[in-house]
């Protein structure tokens, strides 16, 4: 059974960082793709960055030039760094994962880790 467990979540100041973390255990296949989401009440989960196992990555527009998104795929693990965070961007953090399995494109999410920007 897939699990994926975060960590790094917590509060900072606008302008300050985090560096949130994922691993992945339980799987006998590679994750053809690894990212992060985030969801705030009342909507939808909406992209933040994702990375694919041959190392293409894509950013929401709101986020270039400020996150790095990184993964180790031995590890099966995937890393976010957020620097210049906006109070706008305080939301629960998602790891997401999917890969090929029995003939089946599955899916898994981790809990959230709750991200809060503010002063």
């Known amino acids: 059974q897939v699990q994926l467990a975060e960590s790094g979540g917590g509060l900072v100041q606008p302008g300050g960082s985090l560096r949130l973390s994922c691993t ?10 690894m ?8 909507e939808e989960r909406k992209l933040v960055a994702r ?4 190392d293409q990555i894509q950013y929401s527009d709101s ?16 890393s976010l ?3 210049s965070l906006k ?3 305080t939301a629960v953090y998602y790891c ?9 494109f ?7 880790t709750q991200v809060t920007v503010s002063s």
């Open 35 to 42: 990212g992060w989401y985030r969801q705030t009440p009342g």
């Open 87 to 89: 109070e706008e961007e």
């Open 63 to 78: 986020v270039k030039g400020r996150f790095t998104i990184s993964r180790n795929n031995l590890k099966y693990t995937v």
């Open 24 to 33: 992945a255990s339980g799987s006998s296949f590679a994750f053809v793709g």
């Open 51 to 54: 990375q694919s196992l041959s």
């Open 106 to 112: 599955a899916e898994y999410w981790g809990q959230g």
């Open 81 to 83: 760094q957020m620097d």
């Open 96 to 104: 997401r994962a999917g890969q090929y399995k029995g003939g089946h």
